[in-house]
């Protein structure tokens, strides 16, 4: 179990940036942050999240336009915005992720279970995301303020990948930062059977 410190890193303590320090994340943390989020279960072994790292100015104004009014400065403002993708044909791996299994041809026949297999295992890699990009010292920013088809003739076009959400990374400017916002309790969000 981690101790209470970790924990206070991954959850308690975490919060949720509107500005962001000048700061650079350099290119060994995100391939350290790829390296801890890769090794998160998925179904089958699956694995069919993708990750576009925009850290410069030309990728950068090729996203403004898919941006919402209302997350422009936040998003443009972090050192590296992420594209969480995922890839539809993501069981044309499968011999090599999962050898022995014969997974490949399960989703290769079936349209609606692969996609909704890459979608929902993608989704969950990008949870893994955030909280690896914690455990390694950034701060994290989840948008779905975006125009999606944009992004994917933008920056996904030639992959056939496609865009679930956006996930800006660095080191938070905390100054000023509101108080957190409410959550439901226990009684209010769960159920036990």
């Excluded at 320090?21 to 694995?47: F, I, K, W």
């Excluded at 890699?125 to 990009?133: L, N, R």
Aim: aromatic content about 10%; charged content about 20%; proline content about 6%.
């Amino acid at each position: 179990m981690l101790d209470s410190s970790a924990q206070d890193l991954l959850f308690q303590n975490a919060r949720t940036p509107r500005r962001w320090t000048t700061r650079p994340v350099e290119a060994e943390t995100l391939r350290r942050l790829y390296d801890m989020v890769c090794l998160g279960p998925t179904s089958g072994n699956c694995c069919p999240a993708r990750f576009i790292f925009i850290t410069g100015s030309e990728g950068r104004e090729k996203l403004r336009p898919a941006l919402s009014v209302g997350n422009i400065n936040r998003v443009m403002g972090a050192p590296v915005i992420t594209i969480v993708a995922h890839d539809p044909l993501f069981f044309e791996q499968l011999p090599y992720l999962a050898p022995g299994e014969e997974l490949r041809s399960w989703f290769a026949t079936d349209v609606g279970l692969s996609e909704e297999t890459a979608f929902r295992n993608g989704t969950l890699q990008g949870g893994y995301m955030i909280m690896a990009a914690r455990a390694l010292g950034l701060d994290v920013l989840p948008v779905s303020g975006f125009d999606e088809t944009t992004v994917e003739e933008a920056f996904l076009a030639e992959t056939g990948w496609r865009a679930n959400f956006l996930l800006c990374l660095g080191y938070g400017d905390t100054d000023g930062l509101a108080a957190r916002a409410p959550r439901l309790s226990f009684e209010e969000a769960c159920r036990l059977l």
